[in-house]
Nanobody, 116 residues
Framework: QVQLVESGGGLVQAGGSLRLSCAAS????????MAWYRQAPGKQRDLVAT????????YYADSVKGRFTISTDNAKNTLYLQMNSLKPEDTAVYFC?????????WGQGTQVTVSS
């Protein structure tokens, strides 16, 4: 059973940066299109970015385009999300999973809080 463990969140001022990590058991990243999602309080879970590492293709939601970068280290079974120029509206719990179908149970997520 694949387990997803997100980390790297925290409290940061607007304009700051964070790098999130998603560790998974098994070499799933090279075989699947992976994604970061986020869920703000009282809102639905939204797609943030995807990556198909075998093809090097990425997708970003308009709200994060130019500020966030998704990447993988298949040797370490780790998915990353580099977040720069953070805004208060980026405050949410961030999760990783496959895309478009979420194949595995959601992890606990990692909280990102951006203060103005």
């Amino acid at each position: 059973q694949v387990q997803l463990v997100e980390s790297g969140g925290g409290l940061v001022q607007a304009g700051g940066s964070l790098r999130l990590s998603c560790a998974a058991s098994g070499g799933i990243f090279s075989l699947n299109r992976m994604a970061w999602y986020r869920q703000a309080p009282g809102k639905q879970r939204d797609l943030v970015a995807t990556i198909t590492s075998g093809y090097g293709t990425t997708y970003y939601a308009d709200s994060v385009k130019g500020r966030f970068t998704i990447s993988t280290d298949n040797a370490k079974n780790t998915l990353y999300l580099q977040m720069n120029s953070l805004k208060p509206e980026d405050t949410a719990v961030y999760f990783c999973n496959s895309y478009p179908t979420t194949k595995w149970a959601w992890g606990q997520g990692t909280q990102v809080t951006v203060s103005s």
